[in-house]
Nanobody, 126 residues
Framework: QVQLVESGGGSVQAGGSLRLSCVTS????????MGWFRQVLGKEREGVAA????????YYADSVKGRFTISRDNAENTVYLQMNSLKPEDTAMYYC???????????????????WGQGNQVTMSS
């Protein structure tokens, strides 16, 4: 059974930073694309950032480009989402996901992913 274990959410003032972590098994990590998604209650899930296996190509939503960074730690089978210059509109439940994606910008589509973490709440305080 594939497990994605997330950590790092919390509450921070606008303009602050948080880092989310997602740990998974070696098999899952090495063979799947990994993505971060977020969802606000009552709204559609949004792709935030994704990284492909192998080449490590990264993709970002326009709303977070230049502020968020997705990265991989191959030794720890971990994917990170570093979030800087956080804004109130970044408040959401954030989910880590893994899947055998078809490539390119499809990595930002939720339907490309088969496995999901438990979610971490990120809240901005003004």
């Amino acid at each position: 059974q594939v497990q994605l274990v997330e950590s790092g959410g919390g509450s921070v003032q606008a303009g602050g930073s948080l880092r989310l972590s997602c740990v998974t098994s070696r098999v899952t990590y090495s063979s799947n694309c990994m993505g971060w998604f977020r969802q606000v209650l009552g709204k559609e899930r949004e792709g935030v950032a994704a990284v492909s296996p192998g080449s490590g190509s990264t993709y970002y939503a326009d709303s977070v480009k230049g502020r968020f960074t997705i990265s991989r730690d191959n030794a720890e089978n971990t994917v990170y989402l570093q979030m800087n210059s956080l804004k109130p509109e970044d408040t959401a439940m954030y989910y880590c996901a893994a899947g055998s994606c078809t490539g390119g910008w499809n990595l930002m589509r939720g339907y490309e992913y088969s496995y999901w973490g438990q979610g971490n709440q990120v809240t901005m305080s003004s």
